[in-house]
């Protein structure tokens, strides 16, 4: 699904944030990207979707490889930027009135997803009349939206609080096996990181390569797997490589 090779970037002429920096991602992974602010997780993202060019190396998203990948992931930043002016259903729809498609024949499947989301009662309402993770779960179905086999989610849970977020981890987890999509995820939280995914890339602060752990813990997951031995040993050997 998605293939990085050797790539390097700089911003002018500093340092480079990444350097030589190799991933893979396979179809129907959930692969989180983690290290210390400035270690360029962000970057790494806009060079993903094609908002920056690598200096040096190779990006291949789904076998295709173009200088142009504009519009070829569903991206979702931090912040929901939701339209404050727009329903929850008018929101979600932005993607598909982007691409000019019929947004009329794509109601049924939206409201379906609105059901799985819990957002049912709420397709009517205004961000302002929305909880914090009810208003990332409408940020995370418009992204949904895009069509994208592909989707970069940028700590989408990081301005929650902790009680919200491992609600909304729970919710993930439920809904993971529906979902048959290939995700990046950029957080701070370990936790975060081991209980989501299926591997794990760490950056370094020096920009040095890509950096594997794979997470070996069964699926299905719940949020009470964080108590776990093997869980904490995972936790405990992250910390040590992050901390050298």
């Known amino acids: 699904m998605l293939s990085i090779k050797e790539i390097t970037y700089a911003f002018g002429n500093t340092e480079p944030i990444i350097k030589h920096g190799t991933m893979e991602v396979k179809q129907g992974e959930f692969v989180s990207v ?8 962000s970057t790494l993202f806009r060079l993903i979707t094609g908002l920056l060019e690598p200096n040096q190396g190779k990006i291949v998203i789904g076998n295709q490889t173009s ?3 504009l519009g070829m992931v569903g991206y979702m930043p931090q912040k929901d ?16 009135e982007v691409t000019k498609k019929n947004k009329l024949v794509k109601l ?17 309402s205004y961000p302002h009349e929305l909880s914090g993770g009810m208003r990332q779960r409408v940020a995370f179905l ?11 989610l940028d700590e989408p849970f990081g ?14 987890l439920g809904l993971w096996g529906e979902l048959q999509k ?25 920009g040095s390569s890509l950096q594997e752990i794979k997470v070996t813990l069964p699926r299905p997951r719940t949020s009470e797997l964080i108590y776990q031995p093997d869980f904490i040993k995972i936790r405990k050997e992250l910390e040590q490589l992050i901390h050298g």
Do not use: C, Q
Request: zero cysteines; proline letters at 4%.
């Open 159 to 172: 301005a929650l609080d902790s009680l919200t977020k491992r609600n909304m981890h729970n919710w993930l």
């Open 142 to 152: 418009r992204t949904l939206m895009t069509g994208k086999d592909l989707l970069l």
């Open 34 to 41: 983690i290290g210390p602010s400035g270690s360029g997780k």
């Open 67 to 69: 200088a142009n990948r």
């Open 182 to 206: 290939t995700v990046l995820f950029i957080t701070h939280d370990l936790e975060e990181a081991i209980l989501l995914s299926d591997r794990i890339y760490l950056l370094h602060v020096d």
């Open 81 to 96: 930027l939701l339209l404050p002016w727009r329903t929850v259903l008018e929101n979600i729809v932005i993607p598909i």
């Open 108 to 124: 049924p499947e939206i409201r379906e997803w609105l059901v799985r989301f819990g957002l049912a009662k709420y397709e009517n």
